[in-house]
């Protein structure tokens, strides 16, 4: 049953659950599914998760779990995009007022503290992200997620450096943000003295390169 039925694609690829729910009761229950998944795979890790044991510990048939998500892997993906829609509300929010360098260093610093909190304290992210170098929705999401995060740098450089190369400070953006995952999955996997050490260096080296005249 596992393997029951292709993950269904939106139109720009990227892999999601069979159909959104559109009741409040089937909200609640896909709700209920997800936080099931989420607690056995800060468990257990998503490879060993089985859909039959999403379903018992939800409370609904298999029936019902299939109906909105074809397979564990449609389950992944709907918790790692929910990860990244929160993100990046979190990114805009922090980054829409940022008016000078000051505001930029300590508003960036911030954001990356929070990020690395959160790889410590949710074991759920940190099996999804780990394993996103070998599912290309995944690395696809990764991807659009660091694309979108650039944004809303970008929108700050901008207010910050008027006249420089556009292309150069999207460029600057997407690559500051690309690293930022990249060195947050590094971080999580040394000891936390060492994680520590390297999500700081980091930081200085995104700030200088941010903050560059």
Avoid at 79 to 99: N, P, Y
Avoid at 111 to 140: C, H, N
Wanted: with cysteine.
């Amino acid at each position: 049953m596992e393997g029951r039925s292709a993950v269904p694609l939106q139109q720009d690829g990227r892999v999601s659950p069979r159909r959104a729910p559109s009741q409040q009761r089937s909200r609640e229950r896909v709700e209920r599914m997800l936080a099931a998944a989420s607690v056995l795979i800060a468990e257990q890790g998503s490879d060993a998760m089985r859909m039959g044991e999403v379903a018992e510990r939800a409370g609904v048939s298999i029936g019902s779990l299939y109906q909105f998500f074809p397979d564990k892997r449609a389950i992944v993906w709907a918790l790692a995009e929910r990860h990244t829609t929160e993100s990046q509300a979190c990114i805009a929010a922090a980054l829409k007022d940022v008016g000078d360098a000051e505001g930029l260093r300590r508003a960036f610093s911030e954001l990356v503290d929070i990020y690395y909190r959160l790889f410590l304290a949710e074991p759920v992210m940190r099996d999804i992200w780990s394993g996103t170098q070998a599912d290309k929705a995944l690395r696809e999401l990764e991807l659009a997620d660091s694309r979108a995060n650039a944004e809303f740098l970008i929108a700050v450089l901008r207010r910050l450096r008027p006249d420089a190369d556009p292309v150069a400070l999207e460029t600057t953006a997407f690559l500051v943000w690309q690293m930022g995952e990249a060195a947050m999955r590094l971080a999580i996997s040394v000891d936390r003295e060492e994680g520590d050490r390297l999500v700081a260096a980091y930081k200085r080296m995104a700030l200088r390169e941010l903050l560059a005249e």
